[in-house]
Nanobody
């Protein structure tokens, strides 16, 4: 079993900053990918940022230059540093991890956090 626990969401004024954290725990052999997604009512869940096991990153165009994704491998934790926040960033943010759970199999499993609300006032 794998659990993802998110923290760091909240209310912030436009131009401010927040840092989201997501800690993975449980039976994990390797974490191949961790990422952050967000969703607003009536829209599909969209990728915000992701980081691979080798450290490569990818960002949505709307957040490039403002958001930074990083990892702490010792803690199995991924962070999303969000700077220069805009009202358009208001959404529920979800942590995602793609993992293998055994050295004997290459099957990958997707796990999701419960979501954390980020609200940017204007």
């Amino acid at each position: 079993q794998v659990q993802l626990v998110e923290s760091g969401g909240g209310l912030v004024e436009a131009g401010g900053s927040l840092r989201l954290s997501c800690a993975a725990s449980g039976t994990i052999f390797s974490i191949n990918l961790m990422g952050w997604y967000r969703q607003t009512p009536g829209n599909e869940r969209e990728l915000v940022a992701k980081i691979t096991g080798t450290g490569s990153t990818n960002y949505a165009d709307s957040v490039k230059g403002r958001f930074t994704i990083s990892r702490d491998d010792a803690k199995n934790t991924v962070y999303l540093q969000m700077n220069s926040l805009k009202s358009e960033d208001t959404a529920v943010y979800y942590c995602n991890a793609v993992v293998t759970t055994s050295r004997h199999a290459y099957t990958e499993y997707n796990y999701w956090g419960q979501g954390t609300q980020v609200t940017v006032s204007s």
